[in-house]
């Protein structure tokens, strides 16, 4: 079959099924995915809340810090799933 066979209204229907197919897989994916927005170290810097910083990890010998990390950054050893 030709897509001349069609009806317009089967093929919309047929596109938006496939559309919110592809939008769960996604949406499934990026909560199942090793990022630091699904670690439980990974929270909001108390001094400025557009930053984010990873527990687990800390830098420097005399005055330790944590590190600055993205959200979608991919996760280190250290990842523990969020519950």
Same mark, same amino acid.
Request: aromatic share 8%; glycine share 2%.
């Given at each position: 079959m030709e897509l001349?066979?069609?009806t317009t209204e089967?093929?919309?229907?047929? &596109?938006? =099924?496939?559309?919110?197919?592809?939008?769960? /897989?996604?949406?499934?994916? +990026?909560?199942?995915?090793?990022? *630091?927005?699904?670690?439980?170290?990974c929270v909001p810097?108390?001094?400025?809340?557009?930053?984010?910083?990873? &527990?687990? =990890?800390?830098?420097?010998?005399?005055?330790? /810090?944590?590190?600055?990390? +993205?959200?979608?950054?991919?996760? *280190?050893?250290?990842?523990?799933?969020?519950?």
């Amino acid at each position: 079959m030709e897509l001349k066979d069609y009806t317009t209204e089967e093929l919309k229907a047929e &596109l938006k =099924r496939r559309v919110e197919e592809e939008k769960a /897989r996604k949406a499934e994916e +990026m909560k199942t995915a090793l990022r *630091c927005r699904n670690c439980k170290h990974c929270v909001p810097n108390p001094r400025w809340n557009m930053m984010y910083i990873c &527990l687990a =990890r800390t830098l420097g010998k005399k005055f330790l /810090r944590h590190y600055k990390v +993205m959200l979608s950054q991919k996760a *280190c050893d250290k990842f523990e799933r969020k519950t």
